[in-house]
């Protein structure tokens, strides 16, 4: 059976838009620049954003969160065997270090004037050898009314220190300097002449014992850190 006229016609339609088609796709190819999306750029446009949170501030005397408004922030960190030495600071700066050459076994003390906030002396008292006992006392004698006084244990702090040194200490607010023994790591921040709140961290003590030591002959080293409103008195 032959076919039909019309599906002559139909079929010699199609042939011709084939023909079109294919002629019209090479005619738009030879004149498009030769520009290529690799299979990576494709998958690039594809991707969502990656959404990072930023980086977070650095806060002062390395704080994770900043103090308030109208308040000092301060950082007390006690030396941790014979390589790490004590080190505090106050307002972002770094009163005693191994980097100021101002800290030393025993008991290292900075003095701060309360009202404008900048540090006024800086020592460190040696209680293995000689007799600095005394000398810490003078030392705290002389700090003025209205000062703050920071205080970390490098090393030993207690072997040479007396009672009467001990007494005062206390009635600067200490609590713990009374138990303080061979090698104990100790912090503390007092004040002279006015009263800090109870609301913040003011003293930390470990001691040295072998089961738990972290270092040969040594316990950890301790921390306080805080923030200090600056209308107390």
Same mark, same amino acid.
């Given at each position: 059976?032959?076919? +039909? ?7 010699? =339609?199609? $042939? ?12 738009? &190819? ?13 998958? =690039? %446009?594809? @991707?969502?954003?990656? $959404? ?18 109208? #308040?000092?922030?301060?950082? %007390?960190?006690?030396?941790? =065997? @014979? =390589? ?9 700066? $770094?009163?005693? +270090?191994?980097? /100021? ?5 025993? %008991? /290292? ?7 404008? !906030? @900048? ?13 600095? +006992? ?7 004698? *002389?700090?003025?009314?209205?000062? $703050? ?7 030993? !702090?207690?072997?040479?220190? @007396? #009672?009467? &040194? ?12 009374? *138990? ?8 503390? %921040? ?15 003590? /470990? ?5 738990? *030591? ?16 600056? #209308?107390?008195?």
């Amino acid at each position: 059976m032959k076919p +039909s006229r019309h599906c002559l016609v139909r079929l010699t =339609g199609l $042939l011709l838009t084939s023909l079109a088609a294919w002629y019209l796709g090479f005619f738009i &190819a030879a004149r498009v620049p030769p520009t290529t999306i690799s299979n990576a750029e494709f998958q =690039g %446009i594809r @991707k969502k954003p990656v $959404l990072r949170a930023p980086v977070p501030k650095r806060q002062k005397c390395d704080h994770w969160s900043p103090c308030p408004p109208g #308040n000092y922030a301060y950082r %007390i960190l006690s030396g941790g =065997g @014979k =390589g790490k030495m004590a080190k505090i600071c106050f307002e972002d700066e $770094l009163l005693i +270090s191994e980097g /100021n050459g101002n800290v030393g076994r025993g %008991i /290292n003390i900075a003095t701060v004037n309360y009202k404008t !906030g @900048k540090v006024t002396s800086t020592k460190f008292f040696d209680m293995w050898t000689g007799d600095h +006992s005394a000398e810490m006392m003078s030392f705290l004698r *002389n700090a003025q009314e209205g000062t $703050l006084l920071l205080m970390a244990t490098h090393d030993d !702090g207690s072997t040479l220190l @007396k #009672n009467d &040194a001990k007494k005062l200490v206390e009635e600067l607010g200490s609590k713990e300097i009374m *138990n303080i023994k061979f090698r104990s790591s100790w912090v503390f %921040i007092g004040a002279k002449g006015f009263k800090l709140p109870d609301d913040i961290q003011k003293e930390k003590i /470990n001691h040295s014992d072998r089961k738990t *030591n972290r270092y040969n002959g040594w316990p950890a080293e301790i921390q306080i850190e805080g923030c200090i409103p600056r #209308n107390l008195i």
